[in-house]
């Protein structure tokens, strides 16, 4: 071999673990950067003001799933991102007018997510003003008209158009029973949930959606007992129950109802049952490219309101979390 042969040879055996491990690194990552966030509308105008804007986090390339301060960095003031009402499509956009601030240095309760906030002032252009206006309508309650119109905020780093998937909100604040009733409570009964506080479920949203593009509907459904978890918990305990029985009787479910895909047969899985808080379908958007859209969510409970994501990973749905702020 000759010195210059050899050369190269050592110098690729010095590079292969460099090489192998960026191999590595390109095999896992996801397709795309992107981030997903969520805006409330509480019965205000968009061009009131800067609005709270929650940034939940999303799929960076050579990290996989990032939140809070790992978004944190790929944001800066002046970025636009788009906005979608789940039915509505593209209302606008929101452009940051703020850098992003995390609500703590440490999470309160010890756990690994805290919350990413930005200002943003939002743009309705005048073609997006109607599908806005019926988004809008949609969500007024009976309660003085009182409207709450959960926006889904998208960003991509190519600039490149977010893969946003449409839903539709089958059962929303109006609702006061529901089709999928009977359904929720035969699921409920195979959770051993006593009949009596089954009679009590409250549907609180349905949303149908096709979010993994096979032509068959996934419905999902947030359903909770009627009563609030302070109240039911002194209830209670001067009925007596015990620890497991309580378990039982205090719940709160997101579900996905579909068909167990490439079969006939429907399957139940559980994207959240924590009891103490409720949580809505804010929208879907493919974040990673990966041909099943992400789905964002937000609500509210004990000590607790903000949104959330869940992406599936070919065997069941994780979820990235994010607290406070937001809708
Ligand atoms: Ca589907
Ligand atoms: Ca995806």
Known sequence: MKPRQALLVLLLIGLSPLLHAQAKTRAEAPKG????GSISLWNSKPSDRDFDLAIIGGPVAGKGWVKSEGAKALLEKGDRLSLYALEAGEIGTATLTSGGALDSEK????GESWGLGFKARLTIPEARKAPYEKAHKLRQTDFDNYVDLPVLAAWTRDGSKPQWVSGELLVGQRAKESTYWEAAADWLRTKGVPQKDID?????QVVRADINRDGRHEI????GCAATWGYRQEDLKASGYDDETASRVFYSYLLIRRLR???EQVETLILDDE?????YVCGFCDLDRDGTAEVIVSGSGIDWSGSMLYHW???RFQAVEGWGGGC
Do not use: C, E, H, V
Request: charge should be positive.
């Open 33 to 36: 950067t992107a981030l997903a």
């Open 107 to 110: 999470p309160p309760d010890g």
């Open 200 to 204: 009590g479920m409250q549907i609180k």
């Open 220 to 223: 999902f459904i947030s359903l």
């Open 261 to 263: 895909p490439g079969s």
């Open 275 to 279: 009891p103490w808080r409720s949580l």
């Open 313 to 315: 990973d070919g065997k």
